[in-house]
């Protein structure tokens, strides 16, 4: 199985970007699906995720600027970055897994057991 992550690109500070994540496969009993991101230098940081029933959680550091979306059932994730800021620019990553607890969240990249290749956002100033 593998994750195929797109839709980065270098955008200037304001701007918006879009990112896609789709499987090729089906990845087994995973009921989450995240993006991460990692800048040169800094470890891989959760940026937000979403539960097979809708629900969504995100770093403080996006709320209000970023939603993610998608169908974790169909293994489908969808990223929309709005207002981007320099400090936003970093590797994107998709990834999926399986969450024992109800309604809680997945914030660690070694609770995932799938990831994408990752696609660069780089956001000028």
């Known amino acids: 199985v593998q994750l195929q992550a797109s839709g980065g690109g270098l955008v200037q500070a304001g701007g918006s970007l879009r990112l896609s994540c789709v499987a090729s496969?089906?990845?087994?009993?995973?009921?989450?699906m995240g993006w991460f991101r990692q800048a040169p230098g800094k470890h891989r940081e959760l940026v937000a995720e979403?539960?097979?029933?809708?629900?969504?959680n995100y770093t403080d550091t996006v709320k209000g600027r970023f939603t993610i979306s998608g169908d974790v059932a169909k293994n489908t994730v969808y990223l929309q970055m709005n207002s981007l800021k320099p400090e936003d620019t970093a590797i994107y990553y998709c990834?999926?897994?399986?969450?024992?607890?109800?309604?809680?969240?997945?914030?660690?990249?070694?609770?995932?057991?799938?990831w994408g290749q990752g696609t660069l956002v780089t956001v000028s100033s």
């Open positions: 990834a999926g897994g399986y969450g024992a607890v109800v309604g809680g969240t997945m914030a660690e990249a070694s609770e995932y057991d799938y």
């Open positions: 496969g089906s990845m087994f009993r995973i009921n989450r």
């Open positions: 979403i539960s097979s029933g809708g629900t969504t």
